[in-house]
């Protein structure tokens, strides 16, 4: 059996869920369909999630909510209508919503419930669709399917009992629809992914009932080689590893959540990327090895973002324990680091922007300045990542110097370069200002040249 999992501008609109009903039907095999919240049917509309957040906020916050709450129901409205489907539906997703508002849940816990309506709704009307086009489908609830996470709100993580009771589903008869973006605690809590998190219900159903295929579809025809909005009509990458994609959705691939490979690496699920406008394009297949056959490059992934924290000390390489301090004042601090590129007397520690500010910063200045005596320690901003990324990188000589030409080609300073030992990509650190010249000239000198 196969496990697709449809996102949410393959659920914007009816037109996009008779698409999705045509994809189901032409394949017996698509027995377990995953769904997200209506996405954005064009560039200036909005996710219905992002609407739920708007509306749970103003609810909290004791303003009004009824334009949300219109807006919600509009879309809802406008697709039950269009697919000619039974408004209990409508009803249904109305009380859900009143139900979560009015609930004695923490305000944490109602937010998180209020995001949740979105994927669950789709899934409550693609089922329906889907007995209405003469295919016997059901809607399961993640609980019901055994979607058991942790009591992280807003950045669920599953827990591993979850997947003998996802095998279970592989004995039901029908369809089965289950909502995309969170699952359940032990105590019955309802807990959602981080954002996109839908991508990760999908890899996590398909791992439980070791389905033969996972096929995540999109609006794009494949993996590019490169951010396309950077670089125009970039190459398509036909197949990669689970490795190389991994890099590669960390920094600017957005097709496909960049947690979301873990449970399909574990149970070795490959993953196909397919196009619901495009459902005849041969897609990009993720899978664990593939042939290195010329192309040791497959992409080059970029983002910006970053900001960097440089401390230095003479005869750092000898102070034993320097190294565990400075990260435990970080963990302490609550971030998490990216990249931590080093010198014999200095170590630069690369942390996402969204994870600092301006307090957190002076502290951790003072903490390290005091507690390890570093004689510089400061924050540089507006940094990008960039990475290169292949496999075949390993046993390639003159990779470096190749992505360093190109660098100079176009003029952009280097701040940073980090190469991991498994040699599946190479990290550079530059000003945020030079990234789109520099992913220019390392497309032309990988892909072009
Ligand atoms: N609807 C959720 C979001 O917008 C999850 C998803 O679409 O995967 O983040």
Do not use: W
């Not at 709100?153 to 591993?160: K, T, V, W």
């Not at 440089?310 to 970080?330: A, D, Q, T």
């Amino acid at each position: 059996m196969k496990v697709a999992k449809f996102g949410g501008s393959s659920v914007a609109s009816a037109r996009q869920i008779q698409k999705v009903g045509s994809i189901i039907r032409k394949d017996p095999l698509r027995k377990v369909i995953v769904v997200s919240a209506p996405g954005k049917r064009h560039g200036e509309d909005m996710k219905v999630t992002d609407l739920l957040i708007g509306l749970g906020n103003a609810y909290l916050e004791n303003r009004d909510y009824d334009m949300y709450m219109q807006f919600v129901m509009d879309r809802f409205s406008e697709i039950v209508s269009e697919l000619d489907l039974d408004t209990g539906v409508l009803t249904t997703i109305q009380e859900n919503i009143s139900n979560v508002l009015f609930s004695d849940y923490s305000n944490e816990l109602k937010l998180d419930a209020i995001k949740a309506i979105g994927e669950d709704s789709s899934a409550r009307i693609l089922s329906a669709y889907l007995n209405r086009i003469g295919l016997e489908a059901i809607y399961m609830n993640p609980k019901e399917a055994g979607i058991i996470v942790s009591d992280e709100p807003g950045n669920a993580q599953i827990l591993d009992e979850s997947f003998s009771k996802l095998r279970q589903l592989r004995n039901k008869q029908e369809i089965i629809v289950i909502p995309g973006f969170f699952g359940y605690t032990k105590t019955g809590k309802l807990s959602t992914f981080s954002r996109g998190g839908s991508d990760i219900t999908g890899s996590i159903v398909a791992a439980g009932v070791q389905a033969e295929l996972y096929e995540n579809f999109t609006d794009v025809d494949s993996v590019y080689t490169v951010n396309p909005t950077l670089v125009r009509n970039p190459a398509e990458i036909t197949v990669l590893t689970y490795k190389e994609m991994r890099e590669l959705s960390y920094a600017g691939f957005s097709v496909f959540h960049d947690e979301a490979l873990i449970p399909a690496i574990k149970e070795k699920i490959p993953v196909a990327i397919k196009n619901t406008n495009n459902p005849d394009a041969p897609g990009t297949k993720i899978v664990a090895e593939r042939e290195i056959n010329g192309t040791c490059v497959v992409g080059i992934a970029s983002d910006t973002g970053f900001s960097s924290l440089y401390v230095s000390k003479y005869l750092m390489n000898r102070e034993l324990g320097f190294g565990r301090k400075l990260f435990h004042i970080l963990e302490e601090e609550s971030i998490s680091f990216e990249h931590a590129p080093s010198g014999i007397d200095d170590l630069s520690v690369i942390i996402r922007d969204n994870q600092l500010t301006k307090e957190k910063e002076s502290t951790i200045i003072d903490r390290i300045k005091t507690l390890l005596q570093a004689e510089t320690v400061k924050f540089t901003h507006n940094l990008a990542v960039i990475m290169i990324v292949g496999e075949g990188m390993l046993n390639t000589i003159g990779i470096a110097q190749k992505a360093t030409t190109a660098l100079v080609n176009a003029n952009v300073n280097i701040e940073m370069i980090n190469q991991g030992s498994s040699e599946v990509s190479m990290m550079f650190g530059i000003q945020a200002k030079d990234m789109e010249r520099a992913v220019q000239s390392l497309y032309q000198i990988f892909f072009q040249a």
